[in-house]
Structures are given as structure tokens and as C-alpha cells.
């Protein structure tokens, strides 16, 4: 039965990996999953394209970095393992380059409360995380500061993180998060957008609390 588990968890990432293009969160190879396992985590190889990555291709990790996969891990393990540890209500990471989260990125711009759904980031800002170079742990502490009291944000010059207690969530998330910035970039076309107040964010970040995908759990 464990096999089995560990088989249809592998099976999810792979799904989940192949579904960031059709989804419009990335392009080519770049972007990476993973999921918590056991006492470590499971998570996408470096520089393999999705349509040929199978679950045999995951690579399971411990917390301590250490791996015994033929295939390397994912070049951004480090953060994905570091959010993982200090989260303990987290048990999938989302990180992809999808363009308006990456636009945004590039400004170094966080996201303001311009529409309620930014709630579903735990929080009335999207804040964007300083820029370091990627799979260092430099980048992986600015991520860290990033998330704290929220469930995805920007990185700087870079892209985006998503996280969830499931895959179905933390992807939901990093679509909900792209779409946010688009409407965001639209917005600045035609005027100032409005910023909601702080107290209506609060109050909807209670009723997303039993809200969509995290509900139906």
C-alpha cells in the first residue's frame, strides 16, 4: 500500500508539473513542484521537460538536502524544502515564471488589496521578495520573509511561489495569483485602481477560510 501511495503521489507532481504550461503559469522546462512526503519531500528533477517526466523521475528529498536519485533536484529545492520545514500547514509549493506575476516581479511591485480575491494570499499585500540569485539560500530566506502570515508572493526579477495543504490548492492559488496581476496591469491601463481597506480584507480572509478547493477538503 505504501508503494502504491508513494506512486499515485509521484503520479499528482507529474500531473500537476505537466498542467503549468496548459494553465498559462510557465513555459518550456522552467517552473517546479513539489509535495511533503514522509519525512522529507518529493519534487520535480532539474531540466527534464514535463512530457517526458515520469513519477519514476521524482526525486524524493530529505530535510536535510540529502537525495539518492539519479536525476538532480529541481535547481529551486531549497526554497521549496525551507517552506516546507517552517509550515507546517503547507504540503505543496507551487513556483512558477507566468508573465503578469513576473512583470510585476521585474518592478520589484507588491500587490495591493485592488480586488477581494487577493485575500486568498492570507493578507491585504502580495509582497515581492527581494532579488537573489536562483537555488541559493539567500533567495530561499527572502522567500521565507515573503510568505510569512501569507500563502504565495512574488520574487524579484524572477517569478512567483504558490503553496497549499494539497496540489490541487497550491496550483488553484498560483492561477488565482496570475489572474490577480492581469487584472492588476489592465487596471493601470485605465486609471488609478482602488485599494480596499485593510478591515475588509481581514474580514474576507476569515470567509476564505471555508472557501472553494480548501471546502470541498
Not at 522552467?30 to 512526503?37: A, E, F, H, L, P
Not at 524572477?158 to 496550483?171: R, S, W
Amino acid at each position: 500500500m505504501a508503494r502504491h501511495d508513494a506512486f499515485r503521489v509521484r503520479q499528482s507532481i507529474v500531473e500537476a508539473a505537466r498542467s503549468l504550461d496548459a494553465l498559462g503559469l510557465t513555459q518550456g522546462t522552467s517552473g517546479n513542484v513539489s509535495r511533503r512526503w514522509e519525512d522529507g519531500l518529493l519534487i520535480t528533477p532539474s531540466g527534464l521537460p514535463y512530457a517526458r517526466m515520469s513519477p519514476d523521475d521524482i526525486v524524493f528529498m530529505r530535510l536535510d538536502g540529502t537525495h539518492e536519485h539519479p536525476l538532480k533536484p529541481s535547481s529551486e529545492w531549497r526554497f521549496h524544502r525551507d517552506i516546507l520545514a517552517a509550515r507546517p500547514e503547507v504540503n505543496a509549493v507551487v513556483h512558477a515564471h507566468p508573465i503578469h506575476c513576473t512583470a510585476f516581479a521585474m518592478c520589484r511591485r507588491e500587490i495591493p488589496a485592488v480586488h477581494y480575491m487577493i485575500a486568498a494570499a492570507g493578507g491585504p499585500t502580495v509582497r515581492c521578495a527581494p532579488y537573489a540569485t536562483f537555488g541559493t539560500e539567500e533567495l530561499s530566506a527572502h522567500a521565507l520573509a515573503a510568505l510569512e502570515d501569507r500563502t504565495c508572493c512574488l520574487l524579484a526579477n524572477h517569478g512567483m511561489i504558490a503553496t497549499g495543504p494539497d496540489l490541487e490548492k497550491a496550483l488553484w492559488l498560483a492561477v488565482e495569483l496570475e489572474t490577480l496581476c492581469r487584472q492588476y496591469a489592465v487596471a493601470l491601463q485605465v486609471g488609478t485602481p482602488v485599494v480596499l481597506p485593510d478591515d475588509e480584507i481581514a474580514r474576507n480572509v476569515e470567509k476564505f477560510k471555508s472557501y472553494g478547493l480548501k471546502a470541498q477538503g
